[in-house]
Nanobody, 123 residues
Framework: QVQLVESGGGLVQAGGSLRLSCTFSGPALLYDGMGWFRQAPGKEREFVSYISRVGLTTYYSDSVKGRFTISSDTRKNTLYLQMNSLKPEDTAVYYC????????????????WGQGTQVTVSS
């Protein structure tokens, strides 16, 4: 069974930075990539970023492109999301997930999810 645990969330002022981490265990090698999603209150879960297993392919949503950077350390089984120039609209619970099949930007393409970490950006 794959387990994912996010950490690194918190409260930050607009313009600040945070780095999220996601450690995963289990047969992670079975998955071809990992993703980050976020969900704000009253809104649907939305795609943030994706990285392939070997790290050669990355994708970002238009709303975070140029500000966020996804990376992974396969030796540590850890996924990262470096978030710079944070905006109040980035406030959400952030989730990491293991991509199983289909379009990388759809939550339904992911099999396993972490419990989420709260990111709050004050104006």
């Amino acid at each position: 069974q794959v387990q994912l645990v996010e950490s690194g969330g918190g409260l930050v002022q607009a313009g600040g930075s945070l780095r999220l981490s996601c450690t995963f265990s289990g047969p992670a090698l079975l998955y071809d990539g990992m993703g980050w999603f976020r969900q704000a209150p009253g809104k649907e879960r939305e795609f943030v970023s994706y990285i392939s297993r070997v790290g050669l392919t990355t994708y970002y949503s238009d709303s975070v492109k140029g500000r966020f950077t996804i990376s992974s350390d396969t030796r540590k089984n850890t996924l990262y999301l470096q978030m710079n120039s944070l905006k109040p609209e980035d406030t959400a619970v952030y989730y990491c997930a293991a991509h199983a099949r289909g379009a990388y930007f759809l939550p339904s393409a992911y099999d396993y999810w972490g419990q989420g970490t709260q990111v709050t950006v004050s104006s």
